[in-house]
Nanobody
Framework: QVQLVESGGGLVQTGGSLRLSCAAS????????MGWFRRAPGKDREFVGG????????SYADSVKGRFTISRDNAKNTVYLQMNSLKLEDTAVYYC???????????????WGQGTQVTVSS
């Protein structure tokens, strides 16, 4: 069982930045690929990006490429989502999730956090 807890969400103006953190309970954190997803009001859950077990590979949705960066610190059992140049359409609840694959498919992520709200205002 892996418990994931996101933090760092909040209210930010367009063009601003936020860094989300996701802390994992498992000692086996480094054996999981980690993904970030988001769900905006009235929309389906969307893949934001993911990072491999060692952190040497990342994958991003086109909508965030060049603005968001995922990193991880396996010594701290934590994965991060640095969000820059935020846009109104980035407003959503953001979730981290753990998988054995680096994949955009939410169905392949076994463990999920509770989510953290990010609101971008003009």
């Amino acid at each position: 069982q892996v418990q994931l807890v996101e933090s760092g969400g909040g209210l930010v103006q367009t063009g601003g930045s936020l860094r989300l953190s996701c802390a994992a309970s498992a000692r086996t954190f480094s054996s999981y690929t980690m993904g970030w997803f988001r769900r905006a009001p009235g929309k389906d859950r969307e893949f934001v990006g993911g990072i491999s077990r060692s952190g040497d590979r990342t994958s991003y949705a086109d909508s965030v490429k060049g603005r968001f960066t995922i990193s991880r610190d396996n010594a701290k059992n934590t994965v991060y989502l640095q969000m820059n140049s935020l846009k109104l359409e980035d407003t959503a609840v953001y979730y981290c999730a753990a998988s054995t694959l680096l994949t955009p498919s939410p169905a392949l992520y076994r463990y999920w956090g509770q989510g953290t709200q990010v609101t971008v205002s003009s």
